[in-house]
């Protein structure tokens, strides 16, 4: 009996020339950069350099740190936006120099920062000619076409499922078809960071792949795509996992998006602390979760950055301003504040206090949760120096559109530009959040990083174009 041969991936056209159809996911905060990217894109394949905060580095090869001078919240966000657009162009003449000319540099954005379409436009305009395509994901981003087609380049929705791109086909898209290069469905299961799980899924029960990306070549078929690539990203690992999705008639076009793998490499950002701590994963250390505030689900490995989330989570519970049948016992919150909560939880309170847990806060969901004196303030001080990078904030709810989103800043959530900017620079990988998707184990049981040995790019290149 012969054994069967591994398909290899053909090359294909993706933002206007042929190239393998890898694509290096982009990582924000600093989690893909023009070193990364530029070294992907050298190999023949697609970088991508993150435009969530991106590094400025001077003429002179120095970092220039992002310090905040301005007193104001929203001149402090200015502030952000311009350190992004010079941080953009930076690093897309770095990812230029170093791919020669190699394959395709991207750059990604999340639609849900403030101002992301200025940021995109503006990065654009002043790297024009270095970077070929957008890839933009948490949110509907319907102005992203029109941006991309007014600089002559290819952009690429990232999407969960048939139906948000036939939304903003409808929408948008069609208006702007010349430019659409792809589509990046991304598994809201199995991918790091933020994840695109709509009210309809549920986050514990994982639908396969195979069976969305056929309805989203269906959608697209309709819409008169058929050949638009697909990207798949999301769990991809190695290509011998994707067989029977590689020259597959039914799907088509495909090309895959690796996020978590890239991330032990030579030129990868990240500290080496983050990368031992990827390393080290087991299988079920990564959690999915909706702690963002975003308000988006997201994947992160349990470290005690989600551990003290998940246990505030758990500690929740309800209270009234009022009493009613079941909220009986009043319970002092703040020196002039008592609200009113189930008798059965006066336990819960007393063990949280004997726990250290002594500061008592409302979410906006009429619940209670229960913090350290040295956590609240933590929290007050990340809430005064909010740089505004959302467009809308559950944490300290701040909106860009008008001030405040009208909430109460809730204690479930966190600031996600402070901690990703920590551990993106070296920050400590225990206190700070650690995007990371589920695939993440596979570190620990593939020979490639036995003894800790991280690949350069070239030689991951290598081994993905092998099966391995
Ligand atoms: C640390 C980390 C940060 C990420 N940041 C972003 C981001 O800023 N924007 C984005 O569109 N996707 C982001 N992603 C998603 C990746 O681009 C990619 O689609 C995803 O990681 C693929 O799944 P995988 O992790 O299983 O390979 C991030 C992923 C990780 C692991
Ligand atoms: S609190 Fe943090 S995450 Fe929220 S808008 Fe401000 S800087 Fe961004």
């Not at 310090?67 to 001149?75: L, P």
């Amino acid at each position: 009996m012969g054994c069967v041969k591994m398909k290899t991936i053909n090359k294909l056209n993706i933002s206007g020339a042929m190239v393998y159809p890898l694509i290096e996911g982009g990582k924000g905060i600093n989690g893909t950069d023009g070193k990364s990217s530029g070294a992907w894109a050298k190999e023949g394949g697609v970088g991508t350099i993150s435009m969530v905060s991106p590094t400025e580095v001077s003429l002179e090869g120095t970092i220039i740190p992002e310090v905040f001078h301005e007193k104001i919240r929203a001149m402090r966000h200015r502030e952000m936006v311009e350190y992004a657009i010079r941080g953009g162009i930076s690093q897309a003449q770095i990812a230029h120099e170093i791919s020669e000319g190699n394959g395709r540099i991207h750059i990604n954005m999340l639609w849900e920062m403030a101002d992301s379409e200025e940021v995109i436009t503006r990065v654009l305009d002043g790297a024009k000619g270095l970077i070929h395509g957008v890839t933009c994901g948490a949110g509907l981003p319907y102005n992203l076409g029109k941006i991309a087609s007014e600089h002559q380049v290819y952009y690429y929705p990232i999407i969960s499922s048939a139906r948000a791109m036939s939304i903003l086909w409808k929408r948008s898209f069609k208006n702007y078809a010349e430019y659409l290069g792809g589509v990046v469905y991304e598994d809201p299961w199995l991918a790091g960071g933020h994840n695109g799980l709509s009210n309809a899924e549920n986050p514990l029960q994982p639908e396969r792949p195979y069976e969305r990306l056929i309805a989203l070549r269906q959608a697209l078929k309709e819409i008169g795509l058929p050949e638009l690539p697909i990207i798949i990203a999301g769990g991809v690992w190695s290509l011998s996992d994707w067989q029977d999705y590689i020259d597959n008639p039914e799907l088509g076009n495909v090309a895959f998006q690796f996020g978590t793998r890239p991330m032990i490499t030579k030129e990868s950002p990240i500290s080496d602390a983050w990368k031992m701590l990827m390393l080290r994963a087991k299988k079920g250390d990564v959690i999915l979760q909706k702690f963002s505030p975003t308000g988006f689900f997201s994947s992160a490995i349990k470290n005690k950055f989600l551990g003290n989330l998940m246990r505030r989570k758990q500690a929740e519970i309800n209270y009234s301003d009022t009493p009613t049948d079941e909220m009986t016992l009043l319970l002092p919150i703040a020196p002039h504040k008592a609200v009113y909560i189930r008798p059965e939880d006066k336990d819960k309170v007393e063990e949280q206090r004997r726990q250290g847990y002594s500061m008592i806060k409302e979410t906006p969901d009429e619940t209670l949760v229960f913090l350290t004196p040295n956590e609240w303030l933590e929290m007050q001080k990340e809430r005064a120096e909010c740089v505004g990078c959302l467009s809308q904030c559950q944490f300290s709810g701040w909106s860009r559109a008008t001030g405040s989103t009208g909430k109460i800043p809730d204690p479930r959530t966190y600031c996600i530009h402070h901690t990703l900017m920590d551990i993106g620079h070296g920050g400590d990988i225990e206190d700070n959040l650690a995007f990371a998707g589920h695939n993440v184990y596979r570190f620990g049981q593939d020979p490639m990083y036995a003894h800790n040995h991280i690949p350069s790019v070239h030689e991951l290149f290598k081994a993905i174009l092998a099966g391995k």
